[in-house]
Nanobody, 121 residues
Framework: DVQLQAFGGGLVQAGGSLRLSCVAS????????INWFRRTPGKEREGVSCISSSDGSTYYADSVKGRFTMSSDNAKNTVYLQMNSLKPDDTAVYYC??????????????WGKGTLVTVSS
């Protein structure tokens, strides 16, 4: 079975940093694009970042470019999202998802449980 679990959320002041981890099991990273999404109440799930299975390229939403960095450790079946210069607008539940799509929630095959990030002003 494919399983995904996100870790690392918490409360941080604006301007601070957090690193999220998503641990995967039941598949190899080469099989899927691995994405981070986030959701706030009343809004659609938003694609944040992605690592492509084909060549390891990374993609980011415009709202996080230059502040967030996604990386992977294939030996640990883990992807990371380093979030710097956090803003209150980054407050959300963050999820990892895997599938063929890039930053597209409807193109995900599997979802992990989320982790809450709260950025105080």
């Amino acid at each position: 079975d494919v399983q995904l679990q996100a870790f690392g959320g918490g409360l941080v002041q604006a301007g601070g940093s957090l690193r999220l981890s998503c641990v995967a099991s039941g598949f190899t990273f080469d099989d899927y694009n691995i994405n981070w999404f986030r959701r706030t109440p009343g809004k659609e799930r938003e694609g944040v970042s992605c690592i492509s299975s084909s060549d390891g390229s990374t993609y980011y939403a415009d709202s996080v470019k230059g502040r967030f960095t996604m990386s992977s450790d294939n030996a640990k079946n883990t992807v990371y999202l380093q979030m710097n210069s956090l803003k209150p607008d980054d407050t959300a539940v963050y999820y990892c998802g895997v599938g063929e799509g890039i930053l597209l929630p409807d193109a995900m095959d599997y979802w992990g449980k989320g982790t809450l990030v709260t950025v105080s002003s």
